[in-house]
């Protein structure tokens, strides 16, 4: 081997130990423990490139050298699958770490909770201040139309499509439970249903009760009874704005409106609230019971009476619970 051949092979093996020996310490260096005492949250917003969430990811105290997370994401290839999205970085987080949840999309899931009984304002209120959403609401269903649930989300999904989740999940669940109806059903509309379903769901908050008040309310539109249902009133006194904070008096009862089941018969015109699964269920499968009234009993739940003599006792007995918690 001449000497010019044994310096250029000698020359490029002290390059490929210097070229792993470089490689070697910026994975070690990778490797090494994050700077962050605790948890961070931390977002990528979409379209971020690698060298801005490298900056980013200094100010948040993760790390303190951007150019290694920047060098380590090119050697791995990992700077094209960088996914947007909101992210719990553990302490101490590593840059392999790091890229590791970033480049798998491992993002925070959220959750929002949309209570029984709320009315459609009072649920896009919820909406709106929901940490992550993004974009303007813009579609308004009417009232009834948002399911009750546990909804999960990531950062950055628009309030639109949440709504439009509930939307569906309520007619899925309104759908498939009117298909089920018994024979000779007496309410002629899947609309009738949740319309029943949420006045049923205002009334009471004991589960067990729900089937039998619903049986109250088909037996009175049976006869042509009126279904005097106070939350009706405070739904004519507030069309679903958000709670009275007053007991309804005895000149509420007279308020002139089609949501008031205290002088207009048969159903209100729409739902006065967001009905959940068990109200719906309750009117389409009511228990068999053939009760007319029902009053508080003063434990939460309620009595029923077949009769109005009987109804009139159980109110006298309420009145006296009343007054009983009303003195200091």
Not at 192 to 201: F, N, Q, R, Y
Not at 220 to 244: E, H, I
Not at 274 to 290: E, L, M, Y
Not at 307 to 315: A, I, M, S, Y
């Amino acid at each position: 081997m001449n000497r010019t051949l044994l310096i250029l092979v000698l020359t490029a093996l002290v390059g490929l130990m210097a070229a792993g020996g470089g490689y070697f310490y910026v994975k070690s260096s990778a490797l090494a423990p994050g700077f962050n005492p605790q948890p961070v949250r931390f977002v990528v917003d979409p379209g971020l490139g690698v060298g801005a969430i490298a900056s980013r990811l200094k100010t948040a105290g993760v790390m303190d050298r951007p150019l290694l997370f920047r060098v380590w994401a090119r050697l791995t290839a990992a700077q094209a699958k960088l996914r947007a999205g909101e992210y719990q970085l553990p302490a101490r987080a590593s840059v392999v770490q790091v890229l590791g949840m970033l480049t798998r999309g491992k993002t925070v899931v959220r959750k929002l909770t949309i209570a029984e009984g709320l009315s459609v304002a009072e649920a896009l209120l919820l909406v709106q201040d929901a940490e992550g959403l993004s974009g303007a609401i813009t579609v308004i269903p009417g009232e009834g139309r948002l399911l009750p649930e546990t909804y999960f989300y990531t950062w950055g999904e628009t309030r639109n499509g949440l709504i439009e989740r509930m939307i569906d999940d309520m007619n899925t669940l309104l759908a498939e439970l009117w298909a089920a109806r018994p024979d000779g059903f007496l309410l002629t509309s899947p609309q009738d249903a949740l319309t029943l379903a949420s006045i049923v769901e205002k009334e009471t908050a004991v589960a067990a009760e729900r089937p039998k008040i619903a049986a109250v309310f088909l037996n009175r539109l049976k006869k042509g009874m009126r279904l005097q249902s106070d939350p009706t009133v405070l739904y004519a006194l507030t069309y679903g704005s958000g709670p009275l904070r007053r007991a309804l008096s005895r000149t509420d009862l007279k308020t002139v409106s089609p949501y008031n089941t205290y002088r207009v018969p048969g159903l209100p015109p729409t739902p006065i609230a967001n009905p959940g699964r068990d109200a719906i269920r309750a009117v389409i499968f009511p228990a068999k019971f053939d009760a007319l009234y029902f009053v508080a009993d003063g434990r939460g739940g309620h009595v029923f009476a077949k009769t109005l003599k009987e109804h009139n006792k159980n109110v006298r007995r309420w009145r006296k619970i009343e007054r009983q918690q009303a003195q200091p």
